[in-house]
């Protein structure tokens, strides 16, 4: 159904036949729908739909909007929309939702619930806990596979994921997993302790997302128990979540490496003063950095004056140098966070940059002489000065952009923070120390 | 099972017990430990695998260590492998294996699947039709809920996945889905017909991956059915692909943004040649770029002669320039990448850069100012333009920043390819040109 026909029938008022399109429509794209109508129209909308679509429609507003449909329906409405609203959405609606709406929540929640989101709440931000649901398919080992099947014919409308279902014992330890698969091609009789898996991959409540990340990536698991340290489950991750955890994580490096403080609030959402507060640190820090640079060359004022022509390659110098290592620095960063370089292979970054800046610098160089010679007739010294500083520039600006990340790493740091910005600002004073270094060795006798 | 014990079991030639662990263990991790070995070894280990395992852990080897394998086993032991080896796998190494090899596949391959794999390596790079599968599970409407789930109990092992079955009709057009879920839940005299969901959600067959990607992320899919232009279903792609082809994606713009040639080979596999093959043509192109604003500078040598001190601001108006540009263009590129920046948004955009700029540009601008007064004591005049030059920097930086992505992508290029270096490149041009005429105007009477 289009999004035009459905309008359409609101506008219509053609109730009746609304319902019936809605009821076939995908949840995300009806929120998408009516989440721009004013709120009566929403409202109106919403009620049209079955109680587990609604809750799932609901999920998918933006937090201003779930926040003005809290305030309006009654609390019997806001009860079904929270019972039947996955665990790990309800904790994301508590996270955003102004204090007198998670007062709503929680007088509407049972003392069981309201123990467990203050148990969630407390898990770090971007850790397992954070991001795993409690809606799970658990099973006994001395369950048969038929008796596993009613199970879930009975609870798996409920559950988050049914395809991979957790074995536990009586204290809820992880004993096993058994894939909906695997129970489907079984023979009713067989046992459930016959069928698991027992070497089960799991994390822990604490393990960080971007680790959780790439053991998706690397099995292409479809979910992922979450334990405690008594090995007890206490969740489970699927891979929908991890989906937006791999979009979340690489915008984050994007942004980090391009000298800005990571936000994951939309661009479009954000305000001019939160995208300006989140632009102007490192804009500054780098600001400062790069008076370094200018004190250099005031410092070279001599050499300058002498040789005018000089100044007319600062740019370029610089720029290349900048070029280089951020290209290094990019690899390496993404190559962190992939997992496909780790702080072991940094001799190997070393020598491989080193031999990869040769190649590159030389290359760069011999143009550039060419052009200088042939195109703008200078002097052979001046021409050579400059060629000679593009080659230690390139090879300076290589070798810090490989390594500088890794030992971010290595410090614990970010790695995403040694990106072009930062380390521009160093190869250029290091770029404009060679040039003068080396134009006064040449040029001046 | 640990990588250590597992090794030790090999020297020790404790068969038995090997053959046991292994029958544990996960295929990924079966591979990692596997592929380091010397050929003769992995070959006994990897003929210890039971026959799905084995062709599953054979597609996580590398391309050379599966030629080696290939070369080795006999055709019978190659048959088996490819009988059970997913189709998109096999496409996947017929695109990545020698002549000679492929050779091999082909004489071992049916009639029937020679026309499959011509028609396969006939879909462009990046379409849906290169990333799909043709292992799905295909019901008829007619079909009762118990019928369905004999029909999967039976071939439901040699599928992709069984957790999303496709409904056709006798030309294979597509008609519906029926989750295994809803296969489940549902009573076994309930029809297809009655559970099977109709308003299904596809792609077709030359629909770019990237697209494809942000349907996954959306909606949250486990997979996705690919219809060719009559409709027909011709495969499907499954999540665990979509999250490999995420981080390419998100590499590949990495990789670009830094001003390279994409590639999606890993850096430490990589040869120091192709790396540099991969970095030089931009540095070239960027560092010829440069000589522009080299020019500008020679133009103006007057001026700097005049007030020497001016040539000590180049690079902090230069970095700070190239900086903000980065910034503004790194949020649009990754905005477009995710679907959450459009074409229409550009005025949205341009007039939001602009607010943003004005604030950063002041805020730097008036830190600028007082360090050159208070700390270095500069003329009043000299601090202006270099303040002033600053802010409209800043702007210009941001504008351009802000919409060269979406001038590309209206252009039919790559957005990434407008990221920092070539907005440093312009902006750093636009930046000295405006220094040198406000200084001009201020400064020279």
């Keep these: 159904m289009e999004k035009q026909n459905i309008l359409e029938l609101i506008e219509q008022k053609k109730y009746i036949q ?3 399109e809605l009821s076939e429509m995908n949840e995300v794209d009806i929120s998408e729908i009516i989440e721009p109508l004013d709120l009566p129209t929403t409202l109106l909308v919403f009620r049209m739909l079955s109680k587990g679509i609604a809750a799932e429609v609901f999920s998918y507003f933006s937090a201003e909007q779930q926040a003005d449909i809290m305030n309006t329906i009654t609390d019997k409405e806001l009860k079904f929309i929270l019972d039947e609203l996955f665990f790990d959405d309800m904790i994301d ?3 955003e939702m102004p204090a007198n709406v998670v007062n709503k929540i929680l007088i509407n929640s049972t003392q069981e619930e309201r123990v467990l989101i203050n148990q969630f709440l407390k898990y770090p931000a971007q850790s397992a806990g954070s991001i795993m649901t409690i809606e799970y398919v658990e099973l006994k080992k001395n369950m048969s596979v038929k008796e596993a099947l009613e199970h879930i014919k009975e609870i798996g409308l409920n559950k988050e994921t049914i395809y991979t279902c957790y074995v536990t014992d009586k204290k809820r330890k992880l004993e096993g997993i058994v894939s909906l698969r695997n129970l489907v091609v079984s023979e009713f009789e067989q046992s459930i302790n016959d069928i698991m898996l027992e070497e089960v991959i799991y994390v822990e409540t604490h393990d960080d997302q971007e680790i959780i990340a790439n053991i998706f990536k690397k099995y292409g698991f479809m979910a992922l128990p979450v334990v405690d340290k008594e090995h007890r489950l206490t969740g489970i991750i699927t891979f929908d979540d991890i989906m937006d955890v791999m979009e979340e994580e690489a915008t984050e490096d994007f942004q980090r490496m391009a000298a800005m403080v990571p936000s994951d609030e939309a661009y479009l959402d954000s305000s001019v003063i939160t995208l300006a507060k989140q632009r102007i640190p490192w804009l500054m820090i780098l600001m400062i950095g790069a008076t370094v640079t200018g004190g250099i060359i005031k410092k070279f004022e001599d050499i300058l004056s002498t040789v005018v ?8 110098l610089m720029d290349t140098g900048g070029n280089s290592g951020n290209q290094s620095s990019t690899l390496i960063i993404r190559g962190l966070a992939t997992g496909e370089v780790v702080l072991k292979d940094i001799w190997r970054v070393l020598w491989k940059e080193f031999r990869i800046s040769l190649l590159v610098g030389i290359s760069l ?4 002489f060419a052009k200088n010679m042939l195109l703008d007739r200078l002097e052979l010294m001046v021409s050579l000065t400059v060629s000679l500083t593009v080659i230690i520039a390139v090879i300076l600006a290589k070798i810090f952009g490989g390594t500088l ?11 995403a923070i040694m990106a072009g910005p930062l380390i521009t600002t160093i190869v250029d004073a290091l770029t404009l120390l060679v040039y003068f270094g080396i134009a006064s060795a040449i040029l001046i006798k």
């Design 18 to 20: 609304l319902k019936k």
């Design 405 to 415: 990340p890794l030992i971010a790493k290595k410090l614990k740091l970010d790695p």
């Design 93 to 95: 609606l508590i996270e």
């Design 365 to 368: 160089a011999t143009v550039n």
């Design 309 to 316: 022509v000089l100044t007319a390659f600062i740019p370029m």
